[in-house]
């Protein structure tokens, strides 16, 4: 199984980063939480502040984990685990996505997101 990271991020207004992959890359079109592959030798944190670096140019606080999505890739298990986190530094530039949003929690059901993401947007709606 194929072990990947997602961000949680939210700002001062409490709202939370979705980000929507570009054409040409996997998943295009459906918003997600950023993060990525996990390389060898890294924890989960270290790999989610590597990977929201690479993907948006800005630098996270890793927070508290959030939960976790297994889903099936063409074959291929993965299991998503989410962190929460804040941006604590740089400004968002986009590389891997065309667009990305600043929403409230009760917006989020209003956005196709990835399979992967899906579940856990359904456990931040449940979340007080």
């Known amino acids: 199984m194929l072990d990947v990271v997602a ?9 939370i980063l979705i980000t929507r ?11 997600e939480f950023p993060g990525g592959r996990i390389e060898n030798g890294e924890t ?28 099936d890739n063409d074959g291929l298990g993965v299991k998503l685990n989410a962190f929460k986190g804040k941006i604590i530094s740089g400004d968002i530039k986009l590389s891997v996505h065309d667009e ?5 929690k ?18 931040l709606m449940e979340e007080q």
Request: glycine share 6%; net charge negative.
């Open 7 to 15: 961000a949680i991020l939210t700002n001062e207004n409490n709202e």
């Open 21 to 31: 992959r570009a054409e040409g890359k996997n998943n295009a079109g459906y918003f």
């Open 44 to 71: 989960r944190r270290e790999a989610l502040a590597r990977e929201v670096k690479e993907e948006l140019d800005v630098d996270i606080a890793v927070g508290e984990y959030f939960g976790e999505s297994t889903y």
């Open 100 to 104: 990305y949003k600043w929403v409230r």
């Open 106 to 123: 009760e917006e989020l059901k209003e956005f196709k997101f990835s399979p992967a993401d899906e579940k856990l947007v359904n456990e």
